[in-house]
């Protein structure tokens, strides 16, 4: 016979479902109460950790960085006029001499030879003249008692004005003869530092062939550096300002003043080829710093913004043409994005408008902050002191 199932067993089955709906209804429970309090915190504003800087009043120099190469004032590579034996050299390789001292001499002896000779000529040719004249002086008392005829007396006259010209050609053979002797000593023409020696005592100096030695003047120096041809109307507008411009002489990197000194001018014309036009600055060179040839940076001061915000270079974010800050409120923590203009630049300090001295402004922790958000302030910088920038620093022109 067969089992008939149970009754019960469609009850148990409802029982499960009845079980796993609220099993179902509890666990929906449990999420959204676990869900819950992560949306509450997420509703909470969120504060960004930010770096600051306090804006400062002050001034700021606007600069021009140009490369330039040290150049001497003057050098002259001294060639000898005459010839002959170099008896002596009375110079030391990169001694700083003065103008006229003697550097080198070339024996003298041939030269002092032809001065003798010169002399001898004068003196024969002095004594003719005298018997001319003497001549002259008896044909002219003879003429007036009519003893020798007026042809006579007037060749007598010429032979006089022969023998004054012979003078005249030998005064100016024994003033060149004289000349040539002073030529024989090498002196130097300017003050200066000689470089190194060339020639050797016992060589034979061809004239007018060939350096015997070299000075250049390194006291003062000067730098010759380029411009691009929109910088003109700058540089020119600072040089017709009546004061001095600054020009300094900075090393490769930058870091380092190498010495001060003043715009003298700048070329008369542009070089098509580059656009480009030279300008000179002259520096004293007191501690020898500048080494003729050498490569420095050349910067110029063309004028200064005078009691103007000052802020680190980092606080300001760019957008296209637009410039922004985030200002913070010290008492409310909270961030204002605010439009400022850049007046200039000068290392890592920028000149503001559209902020006021004592603000604070964000200069680092940027990713998250937004207009109006709160903040916690990590750390506080210096906005840049007032007055001028240091020698050493980087610069760029205002914007």
Known sequence: MPVNSSPSSPRRHGWVWVIVILLAIVLIVLIVRGLAPQKKAASRPQSSRVAVATVRAGDLPITLDTLGTVTPTYVDNLVSRVGGELTAVDYQEGQQVKKGQLLAVIDPRPYQAVVDQMKGQLAKDQALLKNARLDLARYEKAYEAHAVPQQQLATQQAVVDQDSGTIQVDQANLAAAELNVTYTQIRAPIDGRVGLRQMDPGNLVIANSGTVVTVAQITPITVIFTLAEDQIDSVSAAMQSGQPVRVDALDRTLDHALDQGTLITIDNQINTS??????????????????????????????????????????????????????????????????????????NRAALSGVKPGESVVTDGFDKLQNGALVQIGGQANGGGAGNAHPGGNAAGGE
């Open 274 to 347: 580059t656009g480009t036009v030279r300008g000179r600055a002259t520096f004293p060179n007191a501690k020898g710093a500048l080494f003729p040839n050498q490569f420095v940076n050349a910067r110029l001061y063309l004028r200064t913004l005078t009691n103007v915000s000052l802020a680190p270079l980092g606080a300001v974010q760019r957008d296209n043409d637009k410039a922004t800050v985030y200002v913070v409120d010290l008492q409310t923590k909270k961030a204002e994005l605010r439009n400022v203009n850049v007046l200039a630049v000068e290392g």
